[in-house]
């Protein structure tokens, strides 16, 4: 089975940048997307990646986060500028289509 891993999270300042990284264990040809669960609340999609690179982010995000995929489309990165203390969370690397989830990463914004 193949399994996720994600790594990159942490304690940031408000207005700081994190970078979150997810490599899989074997090459992966599908949609691969980014969700959060913020204390307290449901898990939510951040955004995806396809196959083919393409970008889709959920609501205004895109305004401070991007998401890309490295040409062996076995590894997904999530850029994060200007963060919140709204976007902390445990962040998840999925692939919905296989339905499998990495263990996540704690993302903590705070001064």
């Known amino acids: 089975q193949v399994h996720l891993v994600e790594s990159g999270g942490g304690l940031v300042q408000p207005g700081g940048s994190l970078r979150l990284s997810c490599v899989a264990s074997e090459r992966i040809d599908h949609t691969m997307s980014w969700y959060r669960q913020p204390p307290g609340k449901q898990r939510e999609e951040v955004a995806r990646?396809?196959?083919?690179?393409?970008?889709l982010y959920t609501g205004s995000l895109q305004d401070r986060f991007t998401i890309s995929r490295d040409a062996d489309r076995d590894t997904i990165f999530l850029q994060m500028n200007n963060l919140k203390p709204e976007d902390t969370a445990v962040y998840y690397c999925?692939?919905?289509?296989?339905?499998?989830w990495g263990q996540g990463t704690q993302v903590t914004v705070s001064s």
């Open positions: 999925v692939v919905r289509a296989l339905d499998i």
């Open positions: 990646i396809t196959r083919a690179g393409t970008p």
